[in-house]
């Protein structure tokens, strides 16, 4: 009797384990960032809840999301790269934002993010 309840709680847990992965959405955002500093802060930025991964890639210029949409909305975390200084994918972080960014970290407005080498 105890070795089918075990087996029983090990399915239930194995289930419930791919129920939460299934609810999480990954996506690649284009964010430009010139160092180390820049990866920091636009990590930070999306350091919510609801958020599991938020990996920045310094060289190709992507920063990659997990995130639960039933907790937080992908919008709101564009938003929130927005207000740190820097554009995601086809938006436009706010002037006075952009201009806060240390200066190492002003990066072209006009260039195409995904082609910076």
């Known amino acids: ?47 919510v809840k609801g958020v599991k991964v938020a990996d920045y890639n310094l060289e190709k210029k992507e920063l990659e999301l997990t995130y639960n949409p039933q907790k937080v909305d992908l919008a709101f975390l564009k938003q929130e790269i927005l207000n740190m200084g820097y554009d995601v994918d086809s938006l436009k972080a706010p002037e006075e934002a952009y201009k806060k960014l240390d200066h190492c970290c002003q990066y072209n407005r006009n260039h195409d993010h995904g082609s910076h080498d």
């Open 1 to 47: 009797m105890k070795k089918i309840i075990v087996a029983a709680l090990l399915s239930v847990a194995t289930f419930a384990g791919t129920e939460l992965s299934a609810q999480n959405t990954t996506v690649i955002l284009q964010v430009p960032g010139s160092c180390e500093m820049c990866k920091k802060r636009i990590e930070t930025a999306v350091d």
